[in-house]
């Protein structure tokens, strides 16, 4: 008789069982979790229909005749096949396939209650289901996965996830130092932005300064200003912005010769075509000059930002560097 007891309860409680052996599995470089899935599939439909079946028969109307010539419908071969023909959808050809290669498997445990396994239950890894790093409650101690977690295959070892480091992910990177550490548990948390390395959370408490920081008298790591530097490390047509651990080039507006910040205000000298008005470049209107800078017949002259443009007066136009009045209308050619 089928035990609805242990055996079923044990084949709940699997994360996730399958009907094939180990060394079939890894064949072709299987995809161990896409074949869990599958198996994890197979097993939950293969529970559904065996509590669908738990209390029917042969349904043939003489039960206990049934019973005597073809044995319990609770054991037969018959309750097994109306199983198996649920485990997947016409669809889902990796199940149908899976089900169909290793369907004496199905049989054999039925049969003679066994049952194999490709996956392993969480936090465990590799052919036996060993414990990943740190146990199977709290794989690399919580701070990284564990290679092969949940499956047949992987080497158990640590991946840790970003400031942890190490085999057992225990250790910080660096940038971060440990706030709580003992032999299971460890929590690390970021350094101050101007430590290399540290043992705490302040400034004050780096080993080594970051690039573009320095201890000062405190022994505590404090921004470099670089735009103090002699020389300054900008061109001439740019001022600097200094920033933490850093710095940064600027352009210069485009009426300054040379600048010490931003806009027309910020000029060490005005460029070409401007002039200093009350601490602020402005253009110069060459236009509007004593002396005419168009000199040529009939030009005038046009102001633009930073110079102007000697242009041709309505009806002439330029030919060879003269202004040449246009034909009229009617003009003979």
Known sequence: MLSTGPD????????????????EVTEAKKDLKSACNTCQQITDNFNKGFEKTAKQNFGGGNTAWEERKLSKYETSEIRLMEIVEGLCDSSSFECNHMVEEHEEHFETWWFKRWWFSVCCPKGTFGPDCNACVGGSDRSCHGNGMCDGDGTRGGNGKCSCVHGYSGEFCLDCIDGYFNEVRNDTFSLCTECHSSCKTCTGATNQDCDECKEGWEDDDQEACVDVNECSKDPPPCT???????TEGSYSCKACDKVCSGCTGAGPDKCQTCGSGYQDRDGTCTDIDECSQSEPVCTEEHQECVNNQGSYTC???????EQDGECVQTQQPGEDT
């Not at 242009?311 to 136009?317: K, V």
């Open 311 to 317: 242009i041709c007066s309505e009806g002439y136009e």
């Open 8 to 23: 079923l309860r044990l084949l709940r409680l699997l994360s996730c069982v399958t009907l094939i052996l180990l060394s």
């Open 236 to 242: 001439e047509d740019q001022y600097c912005l200094n």
